[in-house]
Structure formats: C-alpha cells, structure tokens
C-alpha cells in the first residue's frame, strides 16, 4: 500500500484488531458459502489419550482410517508410553517431560508396519497413564462401534485390578452407558452383573464430577481469544478459524517427525537398584490387596476383560491379554505361576494370553525404573507385540507388499 | 525550475480520497487475515499441546 501513511497503517491495525477480537470474524460460519456440509474432516484428532469424557477426539475416529484395520491398545502407562525417558515420571522436576507419540508403544509399531509395507493396519494408542480395568472397560465400550480387528490389553499384571479396578474413577453417567453397552448384549449380561457387584462390594462409589484427570487441558492463553469451548478440536461448525486451525493441524499432522524433539535423556549417576525400589509401587493398600492371597480371589475382576473378548468375537476380532516386562519380577516362580494360573482360566475365556514379564530390559537404557521404558524399551516392546500378532497369523500383509 | 506534478496529485480529490480509502481497506482486510492466520497457528499449537499435557498431568503410576 504504496502512499499510505503510518498514521493510516495504525488504524488499520486498529480495525483488524477490532475485527478478530471485537466482531470475531474467525467465528463466521464459512460453511454454507464454501458448500462445506460433513465438517467431520476438519476435526482435529489426537494420537494420544484426549480424556474419558472426549473419547471421539481420538484420531481413531478419524474418517481418514475408516477404512484401516486396527489394532487398539489398552492399559496404564507402561502402555500408554508416551514417555521417551525418565523425566516423564519426575514428578518433582519442574523441567518439561520429554515425550512424543513417536516415542510411545503404538507410535513404534506404526514406524514398523510402514517400514514392513503393511498399509492396511494402524495401531491406536488409547492407553492411559494411571488407568485401571474399569475406565479401559469405557474406553473399549466407546470405541466398540469401529468393531477393531484386534485389541490388546497390556500390563504390569496385576496393576489393572488394583484399586478395585479404579471403578471410582467412572461418573454414574459413565456407568450408565456402560450398562447400555455390556447388560443390554445377552452374551456379556452375566459377566457384566458379576463383575459390576463385585466392584460395589469392593466399594464402589461413582463420582458424580468427572476427575480431574479425565478433564480438558488447562486454560491457555488462545482459549481468551477463541473462548473456552470443549467443541473446539471436535470441529461442529466450519468456522474460518476452524478451518484454519484444522489445516495447521493437518499440516503439522504430515510433516510429524518420527522421532522425539528432544534428546532421550539417560541418567547413569542413578543407583538402578534404589531407585528401581524407591518409587513405592504398588502402594501398602495394593500390597495387602495382591497378597490376598491372589489378585483376583474367584477371577470376579477377570469377568472385566471377558467382557472385551465377548464382544470382540461377535464381530469376528480377537482380543490379547498381554503381561508386560518387569524388571524386579523377571524370574519370579511365584509370580509366573500366578500369571500362568490366570493365563489359563483367561484363555478358557478366549483371551489370548501371553506373558513376556522376562523380557530382558536394559536397565537405565532401555527400562528407567522397572516397568516404564525409554523410547529403546519401547521399540523392543512395539517389535515383540507385532511378532505375536504375526505368530499368530493375525496380521496378514497388505495385497501386493512383499 | 519546472516542476514535476505526479499523476496522483492531478487526480480529482473525490479520485484521490476513494483510492486513499481503498488503500486504507485492503491494509486492514491484510492485517485481520494475518491476525486470524496468527490466532489459528496459536490454537492449533494448543491443541497439539494440550493432546500431549493431557498425558503429563498423571494421578499415579
């Protein structure tokens, strides 16, 4: 604008702020003139855990893999393993955790499918750290619709039935819809009623406010510009600014590094023998709770997981139960036979059981305190499950890949 | 000296205030799609945010 004045570049500074902050022209509906019908499209999907209460944010409701098989995981954090070192578990460290997609379980057999040429599978992170049976029941009950070819949930057994399975981490709400889902279907009924009653013996109290953890992200300083809308990464209506949001996210979705941004951080001054006991896991109630004297007296929180098998096989897919690598109980004769106890009676049940708990790890390298990995530990992890898949000949290649 | 009139000034005032005013509109129109574009990149860098700080805030392992 050759010849305009700096006074006259103020005021139309002034009235671009006038427009986006005042009249909200990002607000616009530009649907109805763009002939934009199904903003489904623009949805910004998330490769990770988006909350219990925002399930269909994860990017395996994405309509881009409607046509893709899929592999869902399930389980706590060992799972969820979004970690790409141990400052992913300081607490007390006011330091950014370092931690990536890339770095996680399901990120790694996504690099190792497509470095195989498999393109007709993808696996979906929907492990969440901290999350027991009971909430990873909703999150399968969510997802059930998309009839997912094979689902498998891991863990450091028995960490899924500790807390009475986290049963008071659902909402009444939530326990509603998982009513709907498990006492409605004549073939996991009975389970259901057997596995809901021993929740409430073991004391269950619904919360009727969701927990924090299942929450939105804090506030940041964007949502002043664009308001607190829980909407917002659902898109709901083709705004210009959602439009644009959705193309930054689609852009920076296709350029995504398949590495994490920052170094994997080791820490070899650490004593890998305190520090692996110091973190106290589980916790002294957890403690009296396994050694009673089994972690699931009679199998009632099993019925949890058969419930998953149940429905799996009325869609014709499978569903892996998948005791994960524990550095302290790596040869534990106690613990196998424990495990291998509960293998049998799942397997009964048709959950395919495996137990790589002796899976050697490379402490501080690979493991930084046992049961959680490095982004090393958990490429070893994504490798073993895919041969498991493959063992099995679940995982059939993609027509035409070598 | 003869001196040297550019074409702008020989335009009519009416001319000359309306080319003013439609310098002075696609200045603005340029700066509120720069500051949308800007508000965008930031929501959007927040929500990628927001996807991964979800999974920080942790109750226990």
Known sequence: MPGLSPAAHLGAILVALVMVFGVRVQDLDAGAFLGIRDVRGFSVYTPVFPGLAHIDQHEIFSPRFAGTKKIVLLGGSPVDSVGCDFTWS?????QRPNAAYSCSIAGQMNELLSAAGVTNWRVFNLARNGAGLTPMLYVYAQIRSLQPEIVIYGDDFPFLFLDNADANDLTAAQYAELEEHFAA???TAGAWKAYHEHLVRRGLRPRFTPASWTDRPRMMASDLIFGRDDSASAVRRATIGNLLVAAFAQARDNTRVEAPLLPIRFAPLRNWEVAARAEPRPSSDDVAEIANPSPDPGFAYSQGLTLISTLQRLHG???WFTAFPDYDRRGDAEAAATLTAFGEYWRAHH???KSHVDLEMRPVYETYDGVHHTLYGNRIIAATLLSDLRASGLLEPSPGSP | VPVIESSFEKQPPLVQRL???ASFLLAS????????????ALRAQQIADGQLTINFEYRAF
């Open chain 1, 90 to 94: 300081r607490r007390e460290s006011s």
């Open chain 1, 185 to 187: 279907t004549a073939q």
């Open chain 1, 317 to 319: 897919g499978t569903f």
């Open chain 1, 351 to 353: 959950v395919l059981f």
């Open chain 2, 19 to 21: 080319k003013a005013l």
């Open chain 2, 29 to 40: 129109f340029l700066y509120t799609m720069a500051l949308v574009l800007i508000v965008s």
